[in-house]
Structure formats: C-alpha cells, structure tokens
C-alpha cells in the first residue's frame, strides 16, 4: 500500500516514489540503463550557466541537428514537452473548431482520448484485433470521416508491430480521406530502424505526422522532448499552435538532445541489451507458466492467471505486487483489457527481482 495506507490506484497521478527508492518501477517503460553518456554533464553545465535566461523558442540548434540525423529539412520537424504535448497540440490544431472526431484503437495510449477530450471532440475506436493493431477497422474509420488519427507503433500496451504494407495501406486511406494520420512511434526504436516505413513515407513527400519521443530508448524522460515529422504544410500548423506559448522545451532538454544525437550507438546498446532482457523475461515468463504477447518494444503484455482459460483478476494481482514485493507494474483493465498486466522489460537484475514477486505470489493465491 502506499505509505499513508490510503487506497491508491497503481497508476499513480504522481510518478514520484519517494521515499519508496527500493521500489522496482515496471509500470512507465522507462529507460533501466541511464541516459547517453555527456548528457547528464551538458545539463548540468547549461543550468549552471543559463539557468537564468529563456531558452531558444525556436529549437533551431536541436530541430537542425535532428533535421540531419532522419534525413529531412529543419522545416518538416516540431518539438513538444514530450510526445505527451505533441498529442495534445494535434488535437488543437486539427480537431478545435470542427466538427470532426478523433480515430484510434480501443486499447492504447489514453493521451488521444484526453486530448480529444480537452478540446471538445468526440473520439471513435476501434477494437484490437487479438492483441494487434485493427487495420481494416482504423481505414473503415478514417473514411467514416475522421478528421485526425492516432496509430500507435508498436502499439502500447500489447506491443504490436505494423508491416510496410499496413503502415502504407493506412496512409494510402488517410490521404485519400483528408484524416491526419499522426504515428505516435514512441517505441520504435526498440523495433530498430528495419520497421521505419512512417517515416520513410514522410521523407517520400507523402501526407503523414510521425511522433518520436525521447523519453524512452534515449533514456530522457526527465527532460521531456518529442518531435513530430512530417510535411511542412502539418508542420506549420503544429507550430503555430504550439508558439502560442513559445518556450516549451527547456535549456537543459535541448542541450541533453544535441549531445544524445552525438552518441547514436548508445541507441543501438540500448536495443541490444532490451531485446536480450525482453527474451530473458519472456522465457521467465514461460517457466512460470505466464501467457504472454509477442513484443517489439520494451514491455510485454502478461495474461494473469485465473480458472481455465479465463484471465484472473489483474488489478488484485498488480496491487499485491505492489504491497508485497514493492513491484509496480500496469494493470490494464483501465485500458480495457481485463486480466493483462503490461510489465517493462527492465534488466537483467530487475528481471530476477520480479521472477522472485512472481514465484512468490502465484504460490500463494
Ligand atoms: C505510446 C506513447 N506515446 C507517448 C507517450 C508520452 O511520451 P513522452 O514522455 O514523450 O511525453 C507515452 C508514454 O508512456 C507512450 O506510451
């Protein structure tokens, strides 16, 4: 329980676990390994010396260094407070003041709910199909009129991966609908760069946002940066939007981003060691006897188990990890998916830590 003993949902408002440092945080798929090396030093050094003055609002230094890394022009790239600003600032600019509604599936990142929401918009989602992205359902959607679509790939909670000819078919629709397709690709460089068919297109001139994030595999969700690419007709609008406020992203998080493009191998570090840990974790699974998904990003959805081949009750099963072995995990019955746990992949030495809380748990019902 948390300390107070107040009951809390396991989805905690508040991120912050102090006082609870020995805690094993599973639940935000956070980076286990640290931040790129130089980062901490150059964030230190910018507040040490600026701290005092506004940052550039327009992140000319990191959206160039960015426009060279993905091989597009400055001008196809917009910088939010994370991806979490990125939704929210397409929501305002393609949904407010029209009548059109928001696409996404029925399991997924809550942030295109919200943010629809936020801005007075109806949303329409659609069923997974089994644990993968629906397809056919999100096009069918798309021509139903949906001004604005949010596909996220891999898809959270069930890490999902998309093909080429998915990806391409969902994009062939949205620009013959006028929906505004947005990739939200958080996890994608889990996947590696063999699975960027988005932004591919978007280098191609084709007619589509993808949303990046490096608060995940580039270890900096402290810092809170995500950009968009994509053509720069979106771009602008996005822009416009999010200058209405023009200071954004902070001095540290842009320094922290231009010393992280520096060391592009410590992504790839990052991709080895999760996709080792993620099997490490998968076999863990097995041996216990867990059902879980196949994923290409850095959590893996797990089936608790109940009677027969029904699920049992995840929200009981995350909250007595949580209170007896100080392991938070997601519940995603919120999510719509009763009975599943999403678990982050962690290390290897967290791994062995959850294993223990599991073995204990499933041998005390
Ligand atoms: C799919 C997805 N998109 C966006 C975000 C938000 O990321 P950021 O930290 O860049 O705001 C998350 C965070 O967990 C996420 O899972």
């Known amino acids: 329980m948390p300390q107070d003993g107040s009951a809390q949902p396991y989805f905690f408002t ?9 805690w094993l945080r599973l639940h935000l798929n956070e980076n286990p390994y640290g931040p790129p ?12 010396d600026h701290l005092n003055r506004y940052p550039d609002s327009e992140c000319a230094a ?27 600032l397409a929501s305002l600019t393609f949904l407010r003041g029209t009548d ?10 809550p942030g295109y ?4 929401a936020a801005v007075g918009a109806r949303t329409h989602t659609v069923p997974l199909t089994g644990a993968a992205i629906p397809v056919a359902g999100l096009t069918a959607t798309m021509r139903q009129g949906a001004a604005l679509a949010f596909v996220c790939n891999p898809l959270n909670p069930t890490g999902a991966l998309l093909d080429r000819d998915e990806v391409l078919e969902l994009i062939d629709t949205a620009e013959s609908t006028g929906t505004v397709l947005v990739f939200d690709e958080a996890y994608i460089d889990f996947a590696g760069p063999a699975h960027e ?17 490096f608060s995940k595999a580039w270890g900096l969700a402290s810092v809170r940066v995500g950009f968009a690419v994509g053509p720069p007709d ?11 406020l023009p200071f954004n992203v902070n001095r540290q998080a842009q320094r922290a981003v231009r010393r992280a493009l520096e060391v592009p191998e410590y992504l790839d570090r990052v991709r080895a060691d999760n996709a080792r840990v993620r099997e490490l974790l998968c076999k863990t699974l097995d041996s216990l006897g867990l059902d879980h998904f196949p994923s290409a990003a850095n959590f893996v959805m797990v089936q608790v188990p109940g009677k027969g081949a029904e699920p049992g009750d995840s929200a009981r099963f995350a909250a007595r990890l949580a209170d007896e072995h100080h392991v938070l995990v997601r519940d995603l019955t919120a999510l719509g998916l009763p009975g599943r746990l999403r678990i982050s992949v962690g290390t290897e030495a967290e791994v062995e830590r959850l294993a223990t809380a599991l073995t204990q748990l499933l041998g005390r019902p």
């Open 113 to 116: 709910v919200t943010s629809a």
């Open 234 to 244: 979106l771009i602008r609008q996005l822009n416009t939007t999010a200058t209405a």
């Open 14 to 22: 508040s991120t912050e676990i102090t006082g609870r440092e020995d």
């Open 100 to 109: 059109g509604f928001v696409a996404t599936t029925s399991t997924t990142f």
């Open 62 to 88: 990191v959206r160039e260094r960015l426009a060279e890394h993905f091989r597009v022009a400055p001008e196809m790239i917009a910088l939010g407070n994370g991806t979490d600003e990125l939704v929210l």
């Open 197 to 213: 068919f988005a932004l591919e297109a978007v280098r191609e001139g084709r007619r589509v946002l993808v949303t990046r994030t």
């Open 37 to 48: 090396p130089g980062t901490v030093e150059d964030v230190c050094a910018e507040a040490s």
